[in-house]
């Protein structure tokens, strides 16, 4: 987290809202940038009721993304701008099935590893901030998979989405419970 205001002369030779990305390898910093999307697409993978409620989600899950651009960390700051900044250029895995559970499991081991990344090598406000906002992305999805429609006042109806259970196996594996 940036302990000097913008404009400030920097404490480690760095600019004020510069984050040392070179404090990480190029595939740790992959694991930083690439996680919040495996998240947001683990938390919309279900099923949805309606193509509208995938929709939904699937925004829900990008504006949480997006959010990170107003943290106060320049760590998810920065991991924000190099997400929208990573070209598209992954095949498509058409036909090939993978199994949720493993999915899952692969992304909640990736969640212990960055846990551990950033224990090691950021600024504990830096750490917290980057693990909860990457919660707070499938929380978002979690909102928009059983809306509420507050201005009719009326209660939306189920849709099959994530659980509790998910987001707090997330929760545990990014060291936030």
Do not use: K
């Amino acid at each position: 987290m940036s302990q000097y205001a913008p404009g400030e002369p920097p404490i480690d030779g760095r600019r004020a809202g510069q984050v040392p990305t070179m404090a990480y390898s190029a595939d740790e910093w992959r694991l930083l940038v690439r996680l919040p999307g495996r998240v947001l697409v683990a938390a919309t993978s279900t099923e949805p009721a309606t193509p509208r409620h995938a929709v939904l989600e699937g925004l829900a899950g990008l504006e949480g993304i997006a959010a990170g651009r107003s943290f106060d960390s320049d760590l998810v700051r920065a991991v924000v701008v190099a997400i929208y900044a990573e070209p598209d250029n992954s095949p498509l895995q058409a036909g090939r099935h993978v199994d949720r559970r493993d999915r899952l499991a692969a992304l909640l081991v990736s969640c212990q590893a960055a846990v551990e990344l950033l224990a090691d090598r950021a600024d504990p406000a830096d750490s917290a901030a980057y693990r909860q906002w990457v919660q707070s992305v499938a929380a978002r999805v979690r909102g928009a998979a059983h809306p509420v429609d507050r201005h009719l006042g009326t209660a939306g109806e189920w849709v099959p989405g994530i659980g509790s259970s998910f987001l707090g196996r997330l929760g545990t594996a990014l060291a936030l419970r």
